[in-house]
């Protein structure tokens, strides 16, 4: 193997290693999205639940007047 067929092979091997870490890292940002959007979700529903114990206690009261 010639020093330019090395350095040939050498440049192909770092240019999958960096696709492939280019692929985890893509994976990973679209995870964080999920997880994302899973915790805005989330929030919402509890902010939901906490209006409707409000609501709820409002109406006991009411009904206890």
Do not use: P
């Amino acid at each position: 193997m010639s020093h330019e067929d090395y350095h040939k092979e050498h440049l192909a091997e770092t240019r999958a290693r960096e696709a492939s870490f280019n692929e985890r890292l893509r994976s990973e940002e679209v995870r964080g999205n999920d997880i994302d959007r899973k915790i805005d979700h989330l929030a919402h529903r509890v902010t939901v639940a906490e209006q409707s114990a409000v609501s709820i206690t409002l109406s006991i009261k009411d009904l206890q007047t």
